[in-house]
């Protein structure tokens, strides 16, 4: 895998170091984290609560480096138990989850990091939010001291022009920067569009199958 992220990253004139490689491995067993782990993976990708604060406990009794970033769909009610552990949740779409998370108290851990899930097909069903609300979000969460807005993530539409569509959240992602100017991720490609991604700009990748193989069923 990280010979064919150097490859793409050379090819559209990138330095391979810039792009990080976040490891999906929603519904495999922990054991799975460890190899990856071993093999020198430090970021890991989790989708469901509490499956996701499971496997953040398993990494961060083992390993001081090791990340969780969170980046399924989150309810409301479920945001700050999620902020309890996750080193980064990228899902944030809505006024209602800062409101959320800004209650949240994280002890010594320091600043929660966050990114915003944009939606690149409008459909709001997939989660993320419409691109011209995303600023009011950035504003939001600049606003709270608790929170450290990283960046933004994407998911590429159904069927459309998936470059297009990276490119366009790219350029949400600079415009954020005006309000957070270190505000760098760029959170887009998976195992089938990673090259497409980091063609566009993407600074981390969240690559599931192509790493792990078929997943097992959703428990
Ligand atoms: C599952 C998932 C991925 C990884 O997908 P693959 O196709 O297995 O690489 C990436 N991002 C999100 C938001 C996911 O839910």
Do not use: W
Not at 133 to 138: D, R, V
Request: proline share 4%.
């Amino acid at each position: 895998m990280r010979t064919e992220i150097t490859d793409a990253a050379r090819a559209a004139g990138r330095a391979p170091e810039e792009i990080t490689l976040i490891a999906v491995t929603k519904y495999h067993p922990v054991e799975l984290l460890d190899e990856l782990y071993a093999l020198g993976v430090r970021d890991f990708g989790e989708n469901r609560h509490p499956e996701s604060r499971d496997k953040a406990n398993h990494l961060h009794e083992r390993y001081s480096d090791a990340r969780l970033h969170f980046i399924g769909q989150l309810q409301r009610n479920k945001a700050r138990q999620v902020g309890r552990y996750a080193d980064c949740i990228q899902s944030i779409d809505r006024l209602e989850l800062v409101d959320a998370l800004a209650k949240l108290e994280r002890g010594d851990h320091g600043p929660l990091e966050v990114a915003i899930q944009l939606s690149l097909d409008g459909d709001s069903a997939r989660g993320g939010v419409a691109l011209d609300e995303a600023t009011a979000l950035a504003e939001a969460i600049a606003a709270v001291p608790t929170l450290k807005l990283a960046g933004v993530m994407a998911v590429a539409p159904l069927g459309a022009e998936t470059e297009e569509a990276f490119a366009t959240a790219r350029s949400v992602g600079e415009r954020i920067r005006d309000i957070v100017p270190d505000a760098t991720m760029v959170s887009m490609g998976m195992s089938h569009d990673f090259r497409s991604a980091i063609s566009q700009g993407a600074t981390h990748l969240r690559i599931g199958t192509a790493i792990t193989g078929n997943r097992p069923d959703r428990p």
